[in-house]
């Protein structure tokens, strides 16, 4: 013990000799690179934005507290062949120090170009990056090769984002998103698990095997109460008996407002679609007290039941003009995504088509061919290798029939379900003790968990002060096959 000590010792007058004598050295190694962070602080953030090779300005919105730039990216058009030509990706910057850590959303369509926030960037008080997914106008290739749509290259696409960004923000990053943009960033993590610190995925549905969708036909033979069931189901069934009646009045419509059927194939069809989107939308978008809002079908008049589906799935869904922005999402929903089908007994031999397949939503001069080994793939991965991810659902929402599931090689890892909560769900619906947990959990992967935080859960609450304008929810209507 004491020869052990007396080495010790040794070793540490050692030390502080060879310290003593290469001071000077450190000292001018040292300032090198601090010569290098003060020139880059003393640089403005867009000025250091815009020396991203590729990177340009589409224009500056000011926000108080924040920089909020709208930017151009340049990406390839296929990234296993980046040789084969570029093409503008849209995404905006919500700035707010370095020294913050940041969150990548995405929702998985057109990205907003007003300033917004998602809730993980209030919780850990930080900078925003949001990307506007391929394919979705701006961002769209000229000519389009529809197949180089696929969830790998969006992957791709963040990946190359987040590494030139990085370079710039440098503390701890998350991905998020909701619906679409929740399995966005699912795919993100499972083809670049290095990428990010921890994952948030909001309602993020997780289509397994396209072809077997009976867990939707068990969620609604029991959401809500049996008179919601009810009531809901009688409208819709009412809809299809007043058929020849209220599609005089869609006719009328679409005459109105320039409305055309080509890519669905009829007014008929769009009719149909759009009815039998009515009770999903409804679980997607209402609540349980809504219900009381829904007319009685036996009483209620051809108005009435035109005003209700019309206001729940919108009678402009499936018009090409209503279609045209989503065709990139239901290429990908006929292509590797999936889609689901249920069975409505209630309807009898009333519905003519049933749920209609992507590919009716898709203009026919764009090829689709399924891919079923891309859901499978994920979902294997995501049982077996995810950490740091954490999965929010909503008890009432459709789209959470099929959630993602974590398997005995997840590590740090947790789906959580918001009870009565619709497709909004998220961290704050949770009961208290998953909120505590959840929030603490995404303040850890971030690297800004307070003192307070560490030493239990429910001392974790979100850094940012709560701003109306930034942390608006744009939780837009769509109709049932879009998530």
């Known amino acids: 013990m004491r020869k052990k000590l007396g080495w010790l010792l040794s070793l540490v007058v050692l030390i502080g000799t060879m310290g003593a004598a290469g001071t000077t050295a450190q000292a001018a190694t040292a300032a090198e690179p601090a010569a290098a962070t003060d020139a880059a602080a003393a640089t403005d953030i867009k000025d250091q934005i815009l020396a991203v090779p590729g990177m340009s300005l589409i224009e500056e919105k000011p926000y108080a507290g924040y920089r909020f730039f709208v930017l151009n990216y340049e990406q390839p058009v296929d990234h296993r062949a980046p040789w084969k030509g570029t093409f503008k990706q849209r ?11 940041t969150v990548f959303f995405t929702s998985g369509y057109n990205v907003n170009t007003s300033p917004r926030r998602s809730e993980p960037t209030t919780i850990v008080d930080g900078n925003q990056v949001s990307m506007e997914y391929r394919f979705f106008t701006p961002s769209r290739p000229d000519p389009a090769n529809w197949g180089n749509l696929d969830i790998w290259q969006a992957a791709s696409d963040q990946h190359r984002i987040f590494t030139a960004l990085k370079k710039i923000y440098k503390k701890n990053w998350l991905a998020t998103g909701g619906s679409k943009g929740g399995m966005t960033a699912t795919y993100f993590e499972r083809f670049y698990p290095r990428d990010m610190d921890g994952v948030v995925a909001y309602v993020a549905p997780n289509d397994v095997v396209n072809k077997e969708d009976s867990a939707y036909d068990r969620f609604f033979a029991k959401v809500g109460t049996a008179e919601c069931r009810d ?13 020849d009646a ?7 419509a679409a005459a109105e407002n320039g409305w055309t059927f080509t890519t669905v194939g009829n ?25 009381a809002s829904i007319p009685a079908a036996a009483t209620a008049s051809d108005q009435e039941i035109w005003d209700t589906v019309d206001a729940i799935s919108g009678f402009s869904a499936y018009a090409d003009q209503g279609l045209e922005t989503y065709t990139p999402y239901y290429y990908q929903a006929g292509t590797q995504l999936g889609s689901p089908d249920i069975k409505q007994p209630h309807l009898g031999k009333l519905s003519r088509y049933g749920y209609q397949p992507p590919r009716n939503f898709v203009p026919r001069d764009i090829p689709m061919s399924f891919q079923p080994a891309a ?10 290798h995810a950490n740091q991810m954490l999965f929010v659902y909503g008890q009432n929402d459709p789209w959470g029939s099929e959630p993602f599931h974590l398997g005995y090689g997840a590590h740090d890892s947790y789906v959580m379900t918001a009870p009565g909560a619709n497709h909004g769900a998220n961290v704050a619906k949770l009961q208290e003790g998953e909120k505590a947990l959840a929030t603490a959990k995404i303040l850890q992967w971030a690297g800004v968990a307070p003192a307070a935080a560490l030493t239990g859960p429910a001392n974790a609450a979100p850094l940012a002060k709560p701003d109306a304008q930034l942390d608006q929810v744009d939780l837009e209507r769509e109709p049932m096959l879009r998530p």
Request: proline share 2%.
């Open 91 to 101: 995404l905006t910057l919500l700035h707010k120090d370095v020294s913050r850590p």
């Open 267 to 291: 007014l008929d069809k769009a009719y149909e679609a759009v009815v039998l989107d009515y009770v999903w939308a409804f679980w997607q978008y209402s609540l349980l007290a809504d219900c």
């Open 375 to 384: 859901m499978r793939d994920v979902d294997t991965w995501v049982k077996h």
């Open 231 to 243: 009531k809901l189901n009688a409208v819709q069934r009412e809809a299809l008996v007043r058929r």
């Open 246 to 252: 209220l599609e005089v009045k869609y006719a009328a």
